[in-house]
Antibody, heavy 119, light 108 residues
């Protein structure tokens, strides 16, 4: 059974940092590009970041560029999102998602972890 | 930056057909995906690769593509289909994901 389980969310003050993790199981992790997607309360879905299967390429939404860093450890089947200089507008439910690199199949999604940036 | 455009809301009566559109310049080159999201729940994929239906998704959900517009069609709408629906695709390079603003489907 495929599972993506996010963790690491919590409450942090503006300007603070947080590191999210996503533990993957049930599929060959390094065959998949990994994404972070977020959803602010009452708002739509927003793509945040992407990392290639081997971790060699990363991409970011303009709203987080220079503040967030995506990484992965294929030996641990894990994805990470280091979030620095957090702003109140970063408050959201953060989802990780996996998409096969070669074959166009249905992507896998986790259930999300909540990040609240508030003083 | 690249955008996908959806209508904010669609309303239909039970048993009727609901059509939700999504427009974007790169859609002729990039596949579209559709997600259903009910309050307090994570998004659920209902269509991928423009028109493929994941296992477990009812046959009344279908997808189609024509030029710069993709369409999610729900035939014989049921009360349980009331939800927000999001289209998702990629930019012209095929790397970064893009989401539409979402469409609230109301079953009258």
């Amino acid at each position: 059974e495929v599972q993506l389980v996010e963790s690491g969310g919590g409450v942090v003050q503006p300007g603070g940092s947080l590191r999210l993790s996503c533990a993957a199981s049930g599929f060959t992790f390094d065959d998949y590009a990994m994404h972070w997607v977020r959803q602010a309360p009452g708002k739509g879905l927003e793509w945040v970041s992407l990392i290639s299967g081997d971790g060699g390429s990363t991409y970011y939404a303009d709203s987080v560029k220079g503040r967030f860093t995506i990484s992965r450890d294929n030996s641990k089947n894990s994805l990470y999102l280091q979030m620095n200089s957090l702003r109140t507008e970063d408050t959201a439910l953060y989802y990780c998602a996996a998409l096969h690199i070669v074959v166009v199949t249905a992507p896998y999604w986790g259930q999300g972890t909540l990040v609240t940036v508030s003083s | 930056s690249y955008e996908l455009t959806q209508p904010p809301s669609v309303s239909v009566s039970p048993g009727q057909t609901a059509r939700i559109t999504c427009s974007g310049d790169a859609l002729p080159k990039q596949y579209a995906y559709w997600y259903q999201q009910k309050p307090g729940q994570a998004p659920v994929l209902v269509i991928y690769k423009d028109s493929e239906r994941p296992s477990g998704i009812p046959e009344r959900f279908s997808g189609s593509s024509s030029g710069t517009t993709v369409t999610l069609t729900i035939s014989g709408v049921q009360a349980e289909d009331e939800a927000d629906y999001y289209c998702q695709s990629a930019d012209s390079s095929g790397t970064c994901w893009v989401f539409g603003g979402g469409t609230k489907l109301t079953v009258l």
